[in-house]
């Protein structure tokens, strides 16, 4: 059974997330985008979501208005992850979920057909 984008939203617990974001990566063959995020040094914590049957994946990160030490590469910066926003829509007639996330210095959107959440 599908679960509402508010269910999801209530798994999550997204009353308030200042965590690292560990993984963010997308296979485009399995059209599947995993994230991982916790507390900095402490796997215990960790919440991996697995965003499945993507439509749709955009991951942008940037350096404009970036202060203080600047990366010379995407690697050299960590990410944390603050917030999530699943929405329930339908495109011709597939239910799907849209989700948003706020990452600083990162824009990160992902139109899929299933959710799995997954904690440690």
């Avoid at 706020?102 to 440690?120: A, F, G, H, L, R």
């Amino acid at each position: 059974m599908r679960l509402s984008s508010e269910n999801l939203m209530k798994q999550l617990d997204t009353t308030y997330i200042d965590a690292h974001l560990k993984d963010l990566s997308y296979d485009h063959l399995s059209h599947t985008v995993i994230m991982k995020y916790g507390e900095y040094k402490n796997v215990d914590s960790d919440c991996t979501v697995i965003f499945k049957d993507c439509f749709s994946v955009n991951i942008n990160t940037w350096l404009e208005g970036m202060k203080g030490t600047v990366p010379q590469k995407p690697g050299e910066r960590d990410f944390f992850f603050h917030d999530i926003e699943i929405e329930d829509i339908e495109i011709n007639g597939i239910n799907l979920y849209k989700c948003s996330m706020v990452i600083p210095m990162m824009d990160c959107q992902i139109t899929c057909v299933n959710i799995e959440i997954k904690s440690t």
